[in-house]
């Protein structure tokens, strides 16, 4: 390119300079009281903020409503009314039906035998009779047999839970332990014989042969 036909461009760009150029701005002086009150800005920064509200709202309401109820409700009725009726009188208690095994015939009590003649000691010979059950016996209308089938029928007469009544051979007034069949000769052989008891049903509770 020769010198003469870049005139143009160089005329055209002094023009986009001239256009484009604008005069900078006055500098002014900075304000130097910034400076002077500088040493405290690091004061007034760290003061906390006057509009710290602390908002916290915690509403804690504990409503721990204790319920628990407890209805501990132990009715112990102790019913156990048992009627062991202990009567050694044997007068008039009431009792059931005595099962098998409850009266019995005691041969370590009972005594066919008595020392001496039979027919001189007819009180002493006797049969000795046990109520084993927990119960009071009723032993009205029960009887004793022997082997010969003579025959004893008991009178109104309860006995007790663990009682013992001897039946003598013998004439004599009755009580609680001691019945009289009221014979005027032995009935249980001395060599040997058989006792049977009979509740007031004919049943056979019990029988000693011996
Ligand atoms: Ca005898």
């Known amino acids: 390119m020769s010198t003469h036909r870049a005139y143009p461009l160089i005329a055209v760009g002094v023009l986009l300079v001239l256009t484009l150029w604008r005069p900078a701005p006055a500098v002014t002086a900075p304000d130097p009281t910034p400076a002077r009150w500088a040493v405290f800005l690091p004061l007034l920064e760290k003061a906390p903020p006057a509009t710290a509200t602390p908002t916290s ?3 804690a309401t504990p409503t721990r409503t204790a319920t628990t109820t407890r209805t501990a409700t132990v009715t112990r009725t102790a019913t156990a009314t048992r009627t062991a009726t202990a009567t050694p009188t044997g007068d008039g208690t009431p009792s059931p039906t005595p099962v098998r095994g409850d009266v019995r015939i005691v041969p370590a009590c009972s005594q066919p035998d008595p020392p001496g003649d039979d027919r001189d000691f007819l009180a ?9 059950g927990a119960l009071g016996a009723s032993l009205a209308g029960w ?3 022997d082997a ?3 025959e ?3 009178p109104a007469l309860v006995l ?3 009682g013992r009544v001897r039946l003598r051979t013998g004439a004599g007034a009755d009580t609680a332990t001691d019945l009289y069949w009221g014979r005027g000769s032995a009935v249980w052989n001395n060599d040997g014989d058989t006792a049977y008891l009979y509740d007031a049903a004919g049943r056979l509770m019990d029988e000693w042969g011996y």
């Open 152 to 154: 004893y029928t008991f």
């Open 160 to 162: 007790a839970s663990g």
């Open 57 to 59: 709202t915690r509403t």
């Open 143 to 145: 009887r004793v047999r």
């Open 148 to 150: 010969a089938s003579n």
């Open 124 to 132: 002493e010979e006797y049969l000795c009779l046990e109520n084993g």
